[in-house]
């Protein structure tokens, strides 16, 4: 949810009627009757039922209204901790993450932290995964941002966002012709349209004889094309290999090859042409490997400053809001 959807949700709930909310929002009585409505057709259920005077939370508006009021506390905390910190007079915050991340994902939250805190002295580092690790357990770098594993016995983590990996294909390529019912566009991702969830997936093995382009051996970014295909006990056809994830959707969109892209990359990479995209079925019997779970991960042999706390709170508040620039 984003705030605004939390504190509409929060107000309308309490307030009763329509009217009230919007007069306590200030805002007008149709701004928020439509946002309300656009929430119950993405979900597919009512939130709110109307029949009643005051108007009364459904059994799932009850646990939205519920969740609200958590994220609602959450930023309070949030809040209380940007109190705290304002109270530091100097010091330093090293976050590390991967070339990816560093590049498309994260500019936003880094630039917003230094505005709120511009006597704090913030230091990136980007790096591959397994570097990042070692930095952390030496005490180089506060907190990581990034997917993958880390070890419960020498990392905690926090939760962050789910990255889901899309089929990216050419919009000249004869493969949308065979599978035109199962497209996806980029604002289809960007907004979370419903077509998300709608649209037929594609396997692996409906792509046996495409040329695919992909991530060569030195590469810090993501890449589960191989992942997929030996869970099908098969072997990619290889057109090229690229050093980054930018260069291979400039490959597809020019029709040298499909590839698997991360949403991340879609959501927040600003690029004015896009390919189709397609949602990947996962290999039977397998865990997900279509997506991943993004977290913040910081050593248990070091102390977590009140700088990379109040860091980890703004970049998740910068994901509830739907940024399309963390």
């Not at 690790?133 to 030496?138: F, G």
């Not at 594993?149 to 990996?165: A, V």
């Amino acid at each position: 949810m984003t705030t605004q959807q939390v504190h509409y949700i929060i107000t309308l709930a309490e307030e009763g009627s329509f009217s009230k909310a919007a007069k306590k929002l200030s805002v007008t009585q149709p701004s928020i009757s439509q946002l309300i409505k656009n929430m119950e057709a993405q979900l597919g259920v009512l939130l709110f039922d109307r029949s009643f005077t005051p108007i009364r939370l459904t059994t799932v508006g009850q646990a939205y209204y519920d969740a609200a009021k958590k994220i609602q506390s959450t930023e309070r905390e949030l809040e209380n901790r940007i109190s705290e910190i304002h109270e530091l007079k100097t010091g330093t915050l090293t976050i590390g993450t991967t070339p990816f991340r560093g590049a498309y994902m994260l500019p936003g939250s880094f630039s917003a932290f230094q505005a709120a805190f511009p006597e704090i002295k913030l230091n990136i580092i980007t790096t591959n995964a397994g570097k990042l690790k070692s930095l952390l357990l030496s005490g180089e770098i506060d907190i990581c941002i990034e997917t993958g594993r880390f070890d419960p016995k020498l990392f905690y983590t926090e939760d962050l966002s789910m990255e889901h990996y899309y089929l990216a294909v050419g919009k000249s390529h004869t493969f949308n012709q065979r599978h035109f019912t199962c497209q996806l566009e980029a604002a289809d991702i960007i907004s979370d349209s419903l077509a998300l969830s709608g649209q037929r997936k594609i396997s692996i093995k409906d792509c046996l004889q495409e040329p695919f382009l992909i991530l060569d051996a030195q590469t810090d970014d993501p890449d589960i094309t191989f992942d997929l295909f030996n869970k099908e006990n098969q072997t990619p056809k290889i057109a090229l290999e690229a050093r980054n994830l930018e260069t291979i959707l400039h490959w597809i969109n020019a029709g040298l090859g499909i590839g698997i892209l991360p949403d991340t990359m879609i959501r927040f990479g600003n690029f004015k042409e896009h390919p189709v995209y397609y949602r990947l079925q996962e290999p039977e019997g397998t865990p997900a490997l279509t997506k991943k779970k993004i977290v913040a991960a910081y050593s248990k042999r070091h102390f977590l400053s009140q700088t990379a706390s109040a860091y980890i709170h703004l970049l998740k508040q910068f994901i509830r809001q739907g940024s399309q620039n963390l």
